[in-house]
């Protein structure tokens, strides 16, 4: 048996004039890194209500969702919904991080929210679930459930903003190999880091298994399960690293990221193994058709949609895959007014 399980995810209105203003203030009075306030960062699918469909009829056994915004609130919602908590970033963020456009403060904080059970599962905007999920593919016997697969960490080859992600994932490293042996903890947990449900992943660890270190991890970009005191505990025996990089208000090389939480629980042992289900689109103009018909099919448990386009070619892209979203989610949800 699980305890409650929360679903959070964050998300802003890029169209916003005041969040505009704000921003623009932001980055005249404190500057950011190069390529860390890209627009491809903030640019909206304008398909947020697809995506309660999709949690209400597809994981329809959780507790409650946490929708975190800075402020801002769809149009479209019902606030006074029984199993919705609005979160804004001033409710639970401490003031000395604020304002803050970087995703990575806004989740390296959740653990300050009340509200949120110990149990959770963190979500972004552009993850669709489209077909039915168990609660027990996310959480066993109050454990979470991952795949413990290795990876090494690419140098970045696309611009800063790819820079900016590899830098975090290196921050992430650092930390996992200060407090743990890589070979201590596989031989400890040697069936969870070894397990044949990985299938092919595997392959990934076992070429790695002469590293003394853990060079990386493989990082479904997909919703993660995660406990809520486990990133109590790192603010605990780290909040150094952690405060410095939450006073970062864009993307910087001194970020850490939400899969430290991830790693943490790996490395603890603290998590039932599995394969991890879904696929990650780098959407574009050659690509969308097929995707948009692949969404249609439900060819996946869920899909992570990330665009790689102009913004005139995004609006066309939108267009298709929101019309695909409609044909599989046409009717409202519960948390639609």
Not at 116 to 130: A, G, Q, R, T, V
Not at 229 to 241: C, M, N, Q, S, Y
Not at 253 to 277: E, K, M, N
């Amino acid at each position: 048996m699980n305890g409650p399980i929360d679903i959070v995810v964050t998300w802003v209105d890029e169209k916003d004039p005041g969040w505009l203003a704000e921003k623009k203030r932001c980055l005249e009075r404190r500057g950011a890194e190069a390529g860390s306030d890209s627009n491809i960062r903030f640019e909206s699918w304008d398909n947020l209500q697809y995506w309660f469909r999709a949690i209400e009829k597809f994981m329809p056994w959780f507790r409650q969702i946490i929708l975190i915004t800075c402020g801002q609130i769809p149009e479209f919602l019902k606030v006074s919904h029984p199993k919705l908590r609005i979160i804004k970033h001033s409710d639970y963020i401490p003031e000395e991080y604020l304002p803050t456009f970087n995703s990575n403060t806004i989740e390296m904080n959740v653990h300050r929210i009340q509200q949120l059970s110990e149990n959770f599962i963190l979500f972004n905007d552009d993850l669709f679930p489209l077909r039915p999920i168990e609660e027990t593919y996310y959480f066993k016997d109050d454990q979470v459930c991952d795949e413990a697969v290795e990876n090494i960490i690419a140098a970045a080859v696309y611009g800063p903003v790819a820079n900016i992600a590899r830098y975090a994932q290196i921050n992430n490293m650092f930390l996992i190999n200060k407090y743990f042996k890589k070979r201590e903890v596989q031989e400890k947990y040697w069936e969870k880091w070894y397990c044949e449900d990985y299938g092919d992943r595997l392959e990934r660890t076992k070429s790695l298994q002469y590293w003394y270190d853990f060079p990386g991890f493989y990082d479904p970009h997909m919703a993660n399960p995660m406990k809520k005191h486990v990133l109590t505990h790192l603010w605990e025996i780290e909040g150094t690293v952690l405060d410095r990089a939450s006073k970062n208000p864009f993307r910087a090389y001194s970020d850490v990221t939400q899969y430290l939480i991830r790693y943490w629980q790996l490395c603890t042992g603290a998590f039932h193994p599995r394969r991890t289900q879904g696929k990650l689109y780098f959407v574009d103009i050659k690509n969308y058709r097929e995707t948009a018909e692949e969404i249609e099919s439900q060819k996946y448990q869920m899909v992570s949609l990330n665009e790689n386009c102009s913004y005139g070619e995004f609006n066309e892209i939108k267009n298709r895959i929101n019309i695909a979203l409609d044909k599989i989610l046409p009717e409202k949800s519960s948390f639609e007014r």
